[in-house]
Nanobody, 123 residues
């Protein structure tokens, strides 16, 4: 499965961005799809996941601000990010896993990764 992340950019605090993750060579509905991010000098961290059955999971710091969704017809997963904060600045990665739902926050459970897209939030 090849994943292509896009949609990053520069936005002011309080603004919004939507990231896209287009898949080829496999169908997003066959995997749990995750978004991770890595800020400068920090480890990569889990952001959100969309399960193959339709479950959603978010890290606490983005709950109520970010929404993960899936479009099966476009074979694409999205991350809608609202009320962005400077601390959301990071490279965002999408990834695919076949792991059990209880482990979707663990990056080492993901088999396929996109190349990352930079999100910069200015204060």
């Amino acid at each position: 499965v090849q994943l292509q992340a896009s949609g990053g950019g520069l936005v002011q605090a309080g603004g919004s961005l939507t990231l896209s993750c287009a898949a080829s060579g496999g169908t997003v509905s066959s995997y749990s799809m995750g978004w991770f991010r890595q800020a400068p000098g920090k480890d990569r961290e889990f952001v959100a996941a969309f399960g193959w059955s339709g479950n959603r999971k978010y890290t606490d710091i983005v709950k109520g601000r970010f929404t993960i969704s899936r479009d099966n017809a476009k074979n694409t997963v999205y991350l809608q990010m609202n009320s962005l904060k400077p601390e959301d600045t990071a490279v965002y990665y999408c990834a695919a896993t076949s792991t059990i739902w209880g482990r979707v926050t663990e990056e080492d459970r993901y088999l396929y990764w996109g190349q990352g897209t930079q999100v910069t939030v200015s204060s």
